[in-house]
Structure formats: structure tokens, C-alpha cells
């Protein structure tokens, strides 16, 4: 349990790149249609790379046919967990500060519970109270940068992060499940190669090219500015290929309900991540009072979940 909070939080700090990147694209005028669709592009061409090194055109080779023999399967697991999930997130960024992007996001901690509810999974009414505890301590840190909240910030900027919070949990173990091969609506891809995070991270992105393509042709966005384009290489390099790889790794070597509820919750360290990323990088001021207790729930949560291993019931 210790490796797999360890690896979560470490994903949970090249993740928290994301938030400051979107909004330096959102300001700079950028459509949110290409900071998500150009960020999965640059994704594919890293991947594509990364496994070019490790095992040249044979791993290649193997990663496109297992995305071909399921290609409907990563379709609807790319296009929700990974499509969905940043096309939400990438939209919000036009009508909302940061602070409420990195704090409604990080309902996915809570949201993540109903997901594998969903899929069947229970869990002790102790790992409910240390989500909450790492959700409340979350809120704490990002409301004491914020003095209103508009209806409209809450429609366009909270509303898709809440939904986008579902997404990506979901995706996930659509994964998680297909690759166990104990669920009866899901096909079992028992593929060897789906022990490297880096080809499952590549038949996601691939998968979520039709809803990239759909939304191109719908909205029919300006064309990006030279800037747009780097600063999604960027997002897709720290959070896309890194992050994600480490993530998906670490949920992988999970094998109870409660590991898996733990490497979520790790996930809620973006936002400290972010809060010292803004301190060195943007000037932000030191935090509040307030902003510090919040802190301390979240290492209070996580160190719950490191410390007091469950079982399902």
C-alpha cells in the first residue's frame, strides 16, 4: 500500500501541471477544443516513441493489434475516461479560475467510490470518512483563495469538472475490469501487454480520437496559435504521458477495493502540487490559516489510507 500512495502521488504532482498550463492557454486566448484534442495528439507521437525504445516495431506492432481486435471497447473507455473526461475539464477553464477547476476536480476522490460501486465493489464505511477527509481538507485549501462564486462560474466552470470528475474514474476501470475478464457486458483482454501503463495509456488516446474528430468538425474551432500548440506538448508530455503512465501503473498493482480507492485518493496531492507550483512560479501569495488546515486533512486522509489497510465486506 505504501508503494502504490507513493506512485499516486507522484503522478498527482506532474498531473497538477495541467491546471496551470490550461489556464495560461485560456488566457492567452486559446479554444479549448484544441488545448484537449491537440494535447491526446502530441500524446499518441510520445507514446509512439516511448515504445519505439523499449521494444521497437514488434511492441509497436502488438500494441496496434490489440487495439484493433477491441478497438469498440477503447473506443468507449478512451473516448469517456480520457476524451470526455478532458474535454470537460479544457471547456471549464473559459469561465472559471483555476482555484475551482482544481478544487470541483478533485471531487473524483468521492466520485471514484461510486464508480467502483457501480462495478460491484464495497468497502468499509472507514474508507468513506478518509475520502471525505481528503475531499473536505481539498475544499478547505482552494475556498480560502476565493472571496464570490457567480451562478455562471458555477454552471460553465464547476459543472463540467463535477461531470468530468465521473469520467475519468470510469474510464479507468472499464480497464481494470476488461482486463480481469470478470465482468459479463465487458470483453476479457488478457493481453500481456497491458502490464505496461504506456500501452494502455496509447489504445486510451487512440480511442478517443473519434470524439476529438467529432468535436473539430462540430465546433470548427480558429486555428491555434504557435503557443497553444507548445504549451499542449507540455500538458501532454508532464501530465498526459507521465502522469497518466504512473497512475494507471499504480492502480494496476492494486488488488482489493480499498487499494484502488487509496490510489485515487492520492490524487487530491495536485492540489498541493499546484499551490506550491503557483507560489514559485506565479507569485501566489502563502496560504491562509485556513488554506494550511485544509493541508493537514488531506495528509490526515491519505495517512488513513496508508496506515489502516482494509478488507471488502
Known amino acids: 500500500m505504501v508503494r502504490l500512495l507513493l506512485l499516486g502521488i507522484l503522478s498527482g504532482a506532474f498531473f497538477s501541471t495541467t491546471f496551470l498550463l490550461n489556464e495560461a492557454m485560456s488566457l492567452g486566448g486559446g479554444h479549448w477544443v484544441w488545448s484537449a484534442s491537440l494535447r491526446y495528439g502530441f500524446m499518441v507521437l510520445f507514446l ?32 469517456v475516461g480520457f476524451g470526455g473526461f478532458y474535454a470537460l475539464i479544457c471547456f471549464s477553464a473559459k469561465s472559471a479560475p483555476g482555484w475551482v477547476i482544481a478544487s470541483t476536480w478533485q471531487f473524483t476522490v468521492v466520485a471514484s467510490l461510486f464508480v467502483l460501486m457501480l462495478f460491484g465493489q464495497r468497502f468499509p464505511k472507514r474508507v468513506w470518512f478518509f475520502s471525505a477527509l481528503v475531499f473536505v481538507g481539498v475544499l478547505l485549501v482552494n475556498l480560502s483563495h476565493t472571496q464570490s462564486i457567480t451562478a455562471q462560474t458555477l454552471l460553465l466552470g464547476a459543472l463540467p469538472v463535477f461531470i468530468a470528475a465521473f469520467c475519468y474514474p470510469f474510464g479507468n476501470q472499464l480497464v481494470w475490469e476488461a482486463s480481469r ?8 483482454i488478457s493481453s500481456p501487454l497491458l502490464a505496461n ?19 473539430i468538425l462540430s465546433v470548427q474551432p480558429p486555428m491555434p496559435s504557435g503557443a497553444q500548440v507548445f504549451q499542449t506538448a507540455l500538458v ?78
Open 48 to 79: 509512439v516513441a516511448v515504445l519505439w525504445f523499449k521494444g521497437g516495431a514488434a511492441l509497436l506492432k502488438g500494441t496496434w493489434a490489440l487495439f484493433l481486435a477491441h478497438w469498440r471497447f477503447w473506443v468507449l473507455a478512451g473516448g
Open 181 to 188: 475478464g470478470k465482468h459479463a457486458h465487458l470483453p476479457h
Open 197 to 215: 501503463a504506456f500501452v494502455k495509456v496509447l489504445v486510451m488516446s487512440m480511442g478517443s480520437f473519434p470524439l476529438w474528430a467529432v468535436l
Open 236 to 313: 501532454a508530455l508532464f501530465s498526459g504521458v507521465v502522469a497518466t503512465s504512473i497512475f494507471l501503473f499504480a492502480r494496476s498493482l492494486a488488488h482489493t477495493p480499498s487499494e484502488l480507492a487509496g490510489v485515487d485518493a492520492s490524487q487530491s496531492s495536485q492540489v498541493v502540487f499546484a499551490l506550491l507550483g503557483g507560489m514559485v512560479f506565479l507569485d501566489s501569495p502563502l496560504p491562509s490559516m485556513v488554506a494550511f488546515a485544509g493541508l493537514g486533512l488531506i495528509g490526515l486522509g491519505l495517512f488513513c489510507f496508508l496506515f489502516f489497510r482494509q478488507k471488502v465486506v
